[in-house]
């Protein structure tokens, strides 16, 4: 379920009457709406109000607003409450996760009983995603090997960290659905890992919905940009400005940014591809940023 304003999801989980009531994380999200991440968190908790009974929850256990989710369950008396994450509290967690080119792989572990497993993406937060699935399946009475299955088998979908190769020098990540903080941070660790020390190239749009901290939360991307190395920044819109600045003010060469048109910004990647490219490309839904993609693709077949 999503929401940008509270009450929505109130207003949704008691139409849905679910079984199984998952949040996966809360972070700095639709704040225009919410206000600050505590309310993210109070808004997404609107999930247990309809609950059935007898039904259970799912949080992670890692999440620093924990404790707002694990106060709504206990406070609608949810009798099952489990965990997933990497730490000891974690009824389900995670642990000798390793990154192997074009997938992860990661081990599990229930009670005392240790499972591998491997899924069909680089991005290492897909484990805690992957942590989330298990445990709602298993919910759900699905058997470990069906489970095991359904895991090998993910495949992503387009916008949604979709990493495939474009042409025999470019390699894209089309992370374009959507973008908040914690997505673009979790995208640009990606980027790093799977380039390496391959050329790579962020292209970033607005991150919208972001009210009175817009300027903090951009900035904040561009220092990331820049402690990460990442070779080059591209930026569309008008917020990002504050990306830019966040990348100069530690140590991001100004010559490895550039500011412009979707056009534009397609004209530079295929020049600045003449070598094994990594290509981010990520923002805001209202930027559709999947356009730089299609242009890309276009000019590429031209050529």
């Known amino acids: 379920m999503g929401m940008n304003h509270p009450g929505e999801i109130s207003r949704l989980s008691p139409i849905a009457l679910p079984d199984i009531a998952m949040v996966i994380n809360t972070a700095g999200v639709h704040l225009e709406g919410l206000g600050s991440v505590g309310n993210v968190a109070k808004a997404k908790a609107e999930i247990f109000d309809g609950i059935r009974k007898n039904g259970v929850a799912i949080l992670f256990a890692d999440d620093p607003r924990r404790n707002i989710l694990e106060k709504k369950a206990r406070e ?35 009670k005392n009983l240790e499972t591998p497993f491997s899924i069909n993406s680089p991005a290492p937060f897909m484990v805690d995603n992957c942590l989330a699935a298990i445990c709602a399946a298993g919910s759900a009475g699905i058997c470990p090997e069906g489970i095991k299955k359904g895991i090998k088998a993910f495949t992503p979908v387009k916008g949604r960290m979709n990493i495939y190769r474009l042409s025999d020098l470019i390699h894209i990540i089309d992370d374009t659905y959507n973008a908040n903080p914690a ?31 817009s300027a903090f ?3 904040q991307i561009g220092q990331k940009v820049a402690m990460l190395r990442i ?52 923002g805001s839904r209202g930027m559709a940023m999947e356009t730089v993609i299609q242009g890309l693709e276009k000019l590429i077949m031209v050529a």
Do not use: P
């Not at 100004?254 to 056009?263: E, L, P, V, W």
């Open 76 to 110: 609608k008396n949810i009798q099952t409450l489990l965990f997933f994450g990497s730490g000891n509290g974690s009824n389900i967690r995670s642990f000798k996760v390793k990154t192997l080119g074009d997938s992860t792989e990661f081990t599990i572990k229930i």
């Open 183 to 213: 997505s673009v941070a979790q995208a640009l660790n990606t980027l790093n890992i799977v380039s390496k020390d391959k050329n790579s190239i962020a292209v970033l749009g607005d991150m919208l919905e972001l009210g009175d901290e």
């Open 217 to 219: 939360y951009h900035r």
């Open 231 to 282: 070779n080059k920044l591209y930026v569309f819109g008008s917020l990002v400005k504050h990306t830019m600045e966040g990348a100069i003010e530690n140590g991001f060469s100004k010559d490895n940014i550039f500011h412009g048109t979707k056009d534009q910004i397609v004209e530079k990647l295929l020049d600045n591809a003449k070598t094994k490219t990594w290509i981010l490309v990520k």
